[in-house]
């Protein structure tokens, strides 16, 4: 739903501020879970963080999630799935090649970055997705990381 | 002939026995290819596109790439470009570097994935390529297979440290050991004509950072907005790390530069521009003409180190294009034929005044 997607695009400062703000109780609470249910409750979880960043970012479960250093726009929505965008063939109204009625998803992550307080996080290098993890959950994922490592 | 002789030839001549091998590699290079040693010793480069052939007959590439002999460095053979299907661009190159030219691999990531694209990497190398471009590419619905999946594994800026992995690292990206490391000299491009401008200068260090050395850009139509961001760019101290090669092509009508605004992705022209082809009772003649404007004028932009021509189904008409642009000076770029011209020169000189610039000034 593009409408949505672009919601939370123009409220990506606000959206930063709830996850920065919830994340580390709510990364608690999935490191105790998985200490004591182990993977059995991996498939509810999964399930949750696609229904919940499905309706907010169109998410793809790519299971790399990097929406708190692109503006909160999934790339994988991007035609060409580019990680490090935007491409060279973005549309004079700002919409994409290969999608003329969608904003270019890359176009609109430089906006959402400027609304946030980590903006400048989008100009990281970022290597292409391991499509091993297609599917799979990137906030188990997250919590079952060493927590020194861990970067939200 | 084992490495330790090539090695020691290389040494001993400056131009290779065989016309396919790589130059012997200097100081600072990072490969042993024509194009790199042409922009480090800090000369005005030109690249031009050769568009691969739809036929299995290596004739046609030749043919192709003798229209730019004597004007330019380095070959560009695209891959799939407009996702239509040709030539691979791997065999394309190789095929030159067979003749002795200087091509630039271009790769896309849309048809291929990383097991694919590492695999073309070295085969490229051990075919003595020594320049590669890095691209995205066109989706496929753009091209005459809309049908096909696809792929887009990496992007521009990974496929680019895929390659720096390669070649500084001497390993795969799986970590495997390479035993023998390529030797290339990597390149990217940038679209500094399509929003959002702001970011384009960001794109460039981005993959300036990714170990890009050389950046081609799309068409440049609007000297303007060239300038504008070779300003950034030049402010930004980015020149300094890349060589950038602006894109240059001739318009042949104004109809098909209105068809190009419309359908090629990426592409700009003004309406100065097109107006300016209206006016004109030879369409095809003022847009060679406006081309040849181009590129003296880009010439003149600090922070250009050449250019890239890609003139197609305009492809004899480069050479033209190139000379009356006058930015290649006295030199001549190297070519196959090149040291035959010079002897055949050299018993010419009693009877005729050595005005023409000979292949002895060439690289």
Redesign the interface.
């Known amino acids: 739903m593009y409408v949505i997607r672009q919601w939370s695009t123009r409220h990506a400062g606000m959206l930063e501020t709830l996850y920065l703000g919830l994340s580390p109780a709510l990364f608690k609470l999935l490191v105790l879970l998985s200490q004591v249910t182990g993977e059995r409750l991996d498939g509810v979880i999964t399930w949750l963080e696609k229904i919940l960043k499905g309706l907010l970012f169109d998410c793809r479960m790519c299971g790399e999630c990097v929406l708190s250093s692109t503006g909160m726009t999934c790339p994988m929505n991007c035609p060409k799935q580019i990680r490090n965008g935007p491409c060279g063939g973005v549309r004079v109204d700002g919409c994409c090649e290969v999608k003329p009625q969608m904003p270019c998803v890359w176009v609109a992550a430089w906006e959402g970055s400027q609304r946030m307080r980590h903006g400048q996080r989008i100009e990281e290098l970022r290597f292409a997705v391991d499509r091993g993890r297609t599917g799979t959950s990137s906030w188990l994922a997250l919590a079952r990381t060493d927590p020194l490592e861990r970067k939200l | 002939m084992s490495v330790a002789d090539r090695t020691a030839r290389d040494h001993e001549s400056a131009r290779p026995a065989d016309p396919g091998d790589p130059l012997p590699r200097l100081p600072g290079h990072v490969s042993r290819g024509r194009f790199e040693r042409v922009l480090r010793a800090g000369h005005f480069a030109v690249t031009a596109e050769i568009a691969p052939p739809d036929s299995a007959d290596p004739v046609e590439v030749a043919e192709r790439v003798q229209l730019f002999d004597g004007v330019v460095d380095a070959v560009n053979a695209t891959d799939g470009s407009g996702a239509n299907c040709h030539m691979s661009s791997v065999a394309v190159c190789a095929l030159l570097t067979r003749m002795g030219y200087s091509p630039i691999f271009q790769i896309s ?2 048809d291929r994935n ?1 097991i694919a694209i590492q695999g073309d990497i070295l085969g490229a190398a051990a075919m003595g390529i020594c320049s590669i471009l890095s691209l ?4 496929v ?2 091209g005459d297979h809309p049908q096909a999946m ?1 792929v ?7 496929l680019l ?1 895929t390659v720096r992995v390669m070649c500084n690292e001497s390993r795969f990206l799986s970590g495997r050991k390479l035993t023998q490391a390529p030797a290339l000299f990597p390149g990217s ?3 500094p004509f ?3 401008y702001p ?1 384009r200068v ?2 460039l ?2 993959k300036i ?2 170990g890009a050395l050389f950046i081609q850009t ?1 068409y440049c139509f609007d000297l303007e907005r060239m300038r504008d961001f070779m300003r950034q760019v030049v402010d930004q101290g980015l020149a300094e790390r890349c060589y950038i090669l602006p894109g240059v092509g001739p318009l042949p009508s104004a109809r098909t530069a209105r068809w190009m605004r419309s359908n090629v ?2 592409v ?1 022209i003004p309406d100065a521009v097109i107006a300016r082809l209206e006016g004109s009772s030879n369409q095809r003649e003022a847009g060679r003409q406006f081309c040849v404007e181009m590129i003296h004028a880009l010439k003149e932009l600090p922070g250009v180190s050449g250019v890239h021509v890609m003139a197609y189904r305009q492809e004899k008409h480069v050479a033209e294009m190139v000379r009356k642009s006058g930015v290649l000076g006295q030199r001549v770029p190297w070519y196959p034929q090149a040291d035959a011209v010079e002897i055949a020169a050299d018993f010419h000189t009693p009877d005729t005044p050595d005005t023409q610039p000979t292949a002895a000034q060439s690289i």
């Open positions: 990531c849309r990383r995205s590419g066109d989706d619905s753009v696809p887009f594994d990496l992007d521009s800026i990974s440290e491009t940038i679209n399509v929003p959002p970011q960001r794109q260090r981005k950072e990714a799309q992705p990426g700009h």
